[in-house]
């Protein structure tokens, strides 16, 4: 029997009046990669930081592998890897300091650091970046970055927010087939993502949030049950479950707008 490695209680957080989760509760099963969808403004990275301890609950709590969030974020740090959508890093180090900063932290041997660092950097190609500044780095390099980082103590559960952002092709393909052979050795990936393509390919179970509710959870023929639809793919499925569905009324007008405003 598959254990759930999270478990999600009566999850609320308010930001003044402005109610960001509106009481969630969710199950994730270990060894698989669980998609958070949701449109802008849904909660999905008020979720993702609240599981990995980043952010408190207003009220509730997360459960991960039975120990308390809200009473032990700082055990639960040193369980989860969290890649953001922006990486957040000390730009005026080098990529080789603040993975020894890391190693520090984590107390990870210098042995099995060099080895990590070494096989992560000539997987996304950045060795020649790792004695350079941070800060004079691409997008896409200091998002690199920021996945070896959160990656590198070797964490039980790892939560990407939009973590893919700014990844060319190759490296987009390196690191989905790392998260799968992850799950295959027990391990939990906790995914969010606004492309559809990657959520059906890659997700085991997804979740749909929407106004800080849960539209549905499952796999996609679960979600199409659920959603009662008639569409086979996903991006058809999140439509109708977020109440987004008809966008032919929408399409007609910006249309009629469009021509509108062309000069003859």
Do not use: W
């Amino acid at each position: 029997m598959v254990l759930n490695i999270i478990e999600i209680n009566n999850l609320y957080k308010r930001y003044g009046n402005t109610i960001a989760l509106n009481g969630i509760n969710l199950s994730i099963a270990g060894g698989q990669i669980y998609g958070i969808l949701g449109p802008n403004g849904s909660g999905k990275t008020t979720l993702l930081k609240i599981i990995a301890g980043i952010l408190p609950a207003s009220s509730g709590d997360i459960m991960v592998d039975e120990i308390s969030v809200s009473r032990n974020a700082d055990n639960i740090k040193s369980m989860i890897g969290y890649i953001p959508e922006t990486p957040a890093l000390y730009e005026s180090l080098t990529p080789i300091e603040y993975f020894n900063f890391l190693a520090s932290v984590f107390k990870i041997d210098d042995n099995i650091l060099r080895d990590r660092v070494n096989a992560f950097s000539n997987a996304l190609e950045i060795g020649k970046y790792l004695d350079e500044f941070i800060g004079s780095l691409s997008f896409g390099t200091k998002q690199k970055v920021a996945i070896i980082g959160s990656l590198i103590h070797d964490p039980k559960i790892i939560v990407m927010d939009e973590g893919m952002n700014g990844l060319d092709p190759k490296s987009s393909k390196i690191i989905k087939e790392l998260l799968k052979d992850m799950t295959k050795k027990g391990k939990t990936v906790i995914f969010s993502t606004h492309i559809m393509e990657i959520a059906e390919n890659v997700c085991d179970t997804i979740s749909i949030l929407y106004n800080g509710n849960i539209a549905g959870t499952g796999n996609l023929d679960q979600l199409k049950n659920e959603a009662g639809s008639s569409n086979n793919d996903l991006e058809g499925i999140f439509l109708k479950l977020t109440g987004d569905e008809d966008l032919d009324n929408l399409l007609d007008s910006l249309r009629e707008s469009i021509k509108s405003t062309t000069p003859p």
